[in-house]
């Protein structure tokens, strides 16, 4: 959604009364007809700027409070005091309701001299890891094998069958491979990648980066040990890949830990590009793709929810991340068919996300979230894991 400045913008673009002619040319009236016609349109694209420049000018004042009142429920809890219903914002996101765009007019874009990146695909980061890493994954035979890996992994490090196959389910839709991308859940040919997460629970290439830059020792010394009971060519395959792994964690570690960093990397540079294809590994992909949501448990641990965090409020803290995710988890049951899902995402996260406009409440988000969960996890892909289990 483009803010209310580039509105601005756009009016400033309008086109004159009148054509311009060349320099010394005779100047041609036009028909009557084409001068009403022109005016009119003219009129259109005027009122239709005029609307949007003003549900840009509430837009951006309702997600400035959102962003507000998110700092302040933090600071409270920071400080141990207690969070109430005063402490979200209790309206919906403004809907814009005027006119609709006038047929041809396409608003300015905000910086014309830059293109839209294209979003990499898993063909893009084996190339990368190859070239900047000489990392080539080590695939599974199937995606059964994978799943058998990862089902080892979670279960060593504590998640259960429930978190791990209902997380997988509604994530993938009961039937995804351990290489799906979002947005080519489809095998339509104009399907399209909609972001660059990857695998059971979608890992973003951002993840990927802050993973090993803060768990890459410990992926290590798990793959040592791995390494210890094999001999022959299997041994030195998985000596390169330990080679390769210490240069992307290396790499990771090259910035801050900061997930502005982490993102940049991932985004901009093709070191940041390669690090993702570790996700496709038979043995790091379940390490990586296990430890993103160990990671959340034990966020909520820390922040005081000493219950198992169910496979709902597990996936919310994927789904929005860690600090958005228990902000909900923590929210009281009486609250949350009162508070809107708006309160817990940023503006463009909120009107890409179609199950966060629809549900509308932090009580619907979850039976949202539950009930795909419930449908997706009969799917075969869903059962096979389960039995992985």
């Given at each position: 959604m483009r803010s209310s400045a580039t509105w601005l913008l756009a009016a400033a673009l309008l086109a004159p009364d009148r054509p311009a002619v060349a320099q010394g040319s005779p100047e041609i009236a036009a028909p009557p007809i084409v001068v009403a016609a022109a005016s009119s349109h003219r009129g259109r694209i005027a009122r239709y700027l005029r609307?949007?420049?003003?549900?840009?000018?509430?837009?951006?004042?309702?997600?400035?409070?959102?962003?507000?009142?998110?700092?302040?429920?933090?600071?409270?809890?920071?400080?141990?005091?207690?969070v109430g219903l005063d402490d979200y914002v209790l309206t919906q996101p403004p809907v814009y309701t005027g006119p609709p765009r006038p047929p041809g007019y396409r608003p300015p874009r905000r910086d014309p001299t830059k293109p839209r990146p294209r979003i990499p695909v898993v063909a893009d980061f084996l190339k990368a890891a190859a070239e900047q890493f000489r990392f080539v994954p080590q695939r599974p035979k199937d995606d059964t094998e994978f799943k058998q890996a990862y089902a080892r992994v979670a279960a060593a490090a504590?998640?259960?069958?429930?978190?791990?196959?209902?997380?997988y389910a509604f994530e993938t839709g009961g039937n995804g491979t351990y290489d799906?991308?979002?947005?080519l859940t489809s095998r339509r040919k104009n399907a399209r990648p909609i972001s660059p997460a990857i695998g059971y629970n979608q890992l973003l290439s951002t993840n990927t980066i802050g993973l090993l830059a803060e768990h890459g020792d410990a992926f290590l010394a798990t793959l040592h040990k791995s390494a210890a009971k094999l001999d022959g060519r299997e041994h030195k395959i998985m000596d390169r890949k330990l080679a390769a792994l210490r240069r992307m964690i290396a790499f990771s570690r090259t910035v801050p830990y900061r997930w502005s960093d982490h993102d940049r990397l991932a985004k901009t540079t093709r070191g940041g590009m390669g690090i993702h294809a570790a996700v496709l590994d038979r043995d790091i992909g379940p390490l990586l793709q296990t430890q993103k949501l160990l990671n959340s448990v034990q966020f909520a641990s820390m922040k005081g929810h000493d219950k198992p965090l169910t496979a709902v409020e597990l996936e919310l803290m994927n789904f929005t991340g860690d600090g958005n995710g228990i902000d909900m988890v923590l929210m009281p049951h009486g609250l949350r068919a009162k508070v809107p899902t708006a309160n817990f995402f940023q503006r463009g996260g909120y009107e890409r996300n179609p199950i966060a406009g629809r549900t509308g409440t932090v009580a619907a988000l979850f039976a949202s979230i539950e009930s795909k969960m419930d449908r997706a996890s009969q799917a075969p892909g869903a059962r096979e894991l389960a039995e992985a289990f």
């Open positions: 609307a949007r420049r003003a549900y840009e000018e509430r837009a951006d004042a309702y997600w400035q409070s959102i962003s507000e009142k998110r700092r302040a429920r933090f600071a409270k809890r920071r400080g141990g005091q207690p504590g998640l259960t069958r429930d978190q791990a196959v209902r997380i799906l991308q979002a947005g």
